[in-house]
């Protein structure tokens, strides 16, 4: 049995009227999931963007640390080298102030004010010299005790040969001249070159005194001429002994 057109109708406008409200709900539901998902995805954006980028920096970051770290090192090595040459400046002058002895006496000039670095260089420097010629010195002095040292072994040398050759012929010797008879011989020298020489030297200035032994010395020490006074002196003493 067919439904009336009324009945038809209302069941088609029941139909529209529960459309109608369900539409709001379902729009109003849709678009809370919009908004829902368009903040979710606005966060998301917001938050991928305001997040740092840890692949990208993480990367970055120990090479950065890296060369800071490198920096740190070479100025902190730097820093103790500068330090440890400071140190050992100091202690080097603090050395030579204890072993310089002029760097040790007070300088009335100065008081008790401790001693500048250019002033402990230049005692350094006086006291090096000092050294310098205190130590040739003493090597002269040592080069001519090793030639009196030389000429003494020599003369031992002579000597035992000497003493040698007199134990060996210990006849020889017997007819020696005696210590009087070499002063006689010697005073005869002196005696005849007296001669000369008064008759020679004038005395009224130490100038002209100077010039007539000069003088004196030239004519009457001549090698012939001592040769014959000593001849003539060996003659008189010997005529005088036998």
Same mark, same amino acid.
């Given at each position: !049995?067919?439904?009336?057109?009324?009945?038809?109708?209302?069941?088609?406008?029941?139909?529209?009227?529960?459309?109608?409200?369900?539409a709001?709900a379902?729009?109003?539901?849709?678009?809370?999931?919009?908004?829902?998902?368009? %903040?979710?995805?606005s966060i998301?954006?917001t938050?991928?963007?305001s997040?740092?980028?840890?692949?990208?920096?993480?990367?970055? *970051?120990?090479?950065?640390? *890296?060369?800071?770290?490198?920096?740190?090192? %070479?100025?902190?090595?730097? +820093?103790?080298?500068?330090?440890?040459?400071?140190?050992?400046?100091?202690?080097? *002058?603090?050395?030579?102030?204890?072993?310089?002895?002029?760097?040790?006496? #007070?300088?009335f000039?100065?008081?008790?004010?401790?001693?500048?670095?250019?002033? @402990?260089?230049?005692? +350094?420097?006086?006291?090096?010299?000092?050294?310098?010629?205190?130590?040739?010195?003493?090597?002269?002095?040592?080069?001519?005790?090793?030639?009196?040292?030389?000429?003494?072994? @020599?003369?031992?040398?002579?000597?035992?040969?000497?003493?040698?050759?007199?134990?060996?012929?210990?006849?020889?010797?017997?007819?020696?001249?005696?210590?009087?008879?070499k002063?006689?011989?010697? #005073?005869?020298? !002196?005696?005849?070159?007296?001669?000369?020489?008064?008759?020679s030297?004038?005395?009224?200035?130490?100038?002209?005194?100077?010039?007539?032994v000069?003088?004196?010395i030239?004519?009457?020490?001549?090698?012939?001429?001592?040769?014959?006074?000593v001849?003539?002196?060996?003659?008189?003493?010997?005529s005088?002994l *036998?």
């Open positions: !049995m067919a439904e009336p057109p009324g009945a038809a109708a209302e069941e088609a406008w029941g139909k529209v009227k529960a459309g109608r409200a369900a709001p379902l729009f109003m539901d849709g678009a809370r999931k919009g908004s829902v998902v368009s %903040r979710a995805n998301g954006s938050s991928a963007s997040v740092p980028n840890t692949d990208d920096e993480d990367s970055d *970051y120990p090479q950065e640390h *890296y060369k800071e770290s490198y920096k740190d090192q %070479r100025r902190r090595a730097h +820093t103790q080298a500068e330090q440890k040459r400071r140190d050992a400046i100091k202690k080097g *002058y603090d050395d030579l102030q204890a072993i310089v002895p002029t760097c040790q006496q #007070q300088d000039s100065i008081g008790s004010q401790k001693l500048s670095k250019a002033i @402990i260089l230049q005692k +350094t420097i006086d006291y090096i010299q000092f050294l310098h010629k205190e130590k040739k010195k003493q090597e002269e002095e040592v080069s001519t005790l090793r030639k009196d040292v030389m000429a003494l072994k @020599i003369m031992k040398v002579n000597y035992e040969q000497i003493v040698k050759a007199h134990q060996d012929n210990p006849s020889e010797g017997k007819d020696q001249v005696s210590d009087q008879v002063f006689n011989v010697f #005073q005869g020298i !002196m005696d005849s070159l007296f001669e000369s020489f008064n008759a030297i004038s005395v009224t200035s130490f100038q002209e005194l100077s010039a007539c000069f003088s004196w030239e004519e009457h020490c001549k090698p012939h001429t001592l040769r014959d006074i001849i003539g002196v060996l003659h008189q003493v010997k005088q *036998y």
